[in-house]
């Protein structure tokens, strides 16, 4: 319970910032910024954000309100890729986030638009940030780094190109660290690089972040199969020709597989002392979700 009310805390605290850092949906030409704030504030948990804000306090870092923009931008991303994932010729999904998907309220291309809107106002942002320019160059690398071919970008190539194949341990690793745990690895990292950590500490937030990564992706990969579609807020059961956890490990292979990347995450979390609590308890968390 103390975990799920710090954590609904930070996503109003990050919805805030969103809501003031995007352009108002008045502004010309309304449609594309009505579309992006629709998918935006459609919903979601805000983890990206969130991860990147208590990364940063487990560092050092103490004006949370200077690392905001960054924290914002990661959501921008995420969204992005999530409205360009639901698209007919990608995943084709109806609903996202509880609600019906971008395409299917503002058409294709402004959902295409939206996306691309998003992801351009995502780097604006980032110059937004009130740190050592240094610091916000090294956080900028990371973050292309992680969301392009070498990321996000090379592991949903990869799972469209082995729908209806059989998957192997490899490849299945290979997408499920690209296409999720990159980028949860990336704003773990992020954090401590905006609050200047040593490079001892960053490279536990980079490590934890990305096992906590693949047990996101597998949580979601079994949610698929036995979640309630009321709570995911997508349409459930649709992974089936896709290359996942429970399709080669089953259900509670998958399972025990979630809680071992989990349990490497913690590890490498505690590497910051105390200051993991936050963390470890996210994690945990996290494994256990149900939505
Ligand atoms: C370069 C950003 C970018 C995208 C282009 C479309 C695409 C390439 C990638 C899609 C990648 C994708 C959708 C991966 C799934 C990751 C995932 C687990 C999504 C669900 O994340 P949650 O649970 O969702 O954090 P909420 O709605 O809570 O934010």
């Not at 990050?14 to 594309?32: A, E």
């Not at 402004?110 to 691309?116: E, M």
């Not at 597989?257 to 490497?264: G, I, N, P, S």
Request: proline residues 3%.
């Amino acid at each position: 319970m103390k975990t799920k009310k710090f954590l609904e805390r930070l996503k109003v605290e990050v919805d805030t910032y969103m809501d003031k850092l995007l352009p108002p949906d008045t502004v010309y030409p309304s449609v594309i910024h009505e579309a992006m704030r629709y998918s935006i504030f459609a919903g979601g948990k805000r983890i990206r954000p969130i991860l990147l804000l208590v990364c940063y306090q487990a560092t050092g870092g103490k004006e949370i309100e200077k690392v905001m923009p960054f924290a914002c931008a990661l959501e921008l991303i995420h969204t992005y890729s999530l409205i360009h994932d639901d698209l007919p010729v990608m995943d084709n999904d109806d609903l996202r986030r509880g609600k019906p998907t971008c395409h299917k309220v503002f058409g294709e291309a402004i959902a295409i638009l939206a996306g691309d809107g998003l992801f351009s106002h995502a780097y604006y942002l980032m110059t937004l940030t009130d740190v050592n320019k240094k610091r916000l160059l090294e956080a900028i690398k990371i973050i292309s780094n992680a969301i392009g071919s070498l990321g996000i970008v090379g592991g949903q190539t990869m799972d469209i190109k082995m729908k209806g194949e059989r998957p192997d341990p490899k490849t299945l690793r290979y997408i499920h660290s690209r296409k999720t745990a990159c980028f949860i690895s990336a704003s773990c990292e992020i954090g401590g690089i905006l609050a200047g950590t040593s490079r001892k500490k960053r490279e536990a937030l980079r490590k934890g972040g990305l096992y906590l990564g693949m047990a996101f992706q597998i949580v979601d990969d079994l949610l698929d199969v036995i979640g309630d579609e009321k709570k995911v807020g997508k349409r459930l059961r649709k992974d089936k020709d896709k290359v996942t956890y429970p399709a080669l490990y089953g259900v509670n292979g998958s399972r025990f597989r979630a809680k071992a990347y989990t349990e490497l995450a913690i590890k490498n979390f505690q590497k910051l002392g105390e200051a993991s609590d936050k963390l470890v308890e996210i994690s945990k968390y996290l494994e256990q979700r149900m939505f």
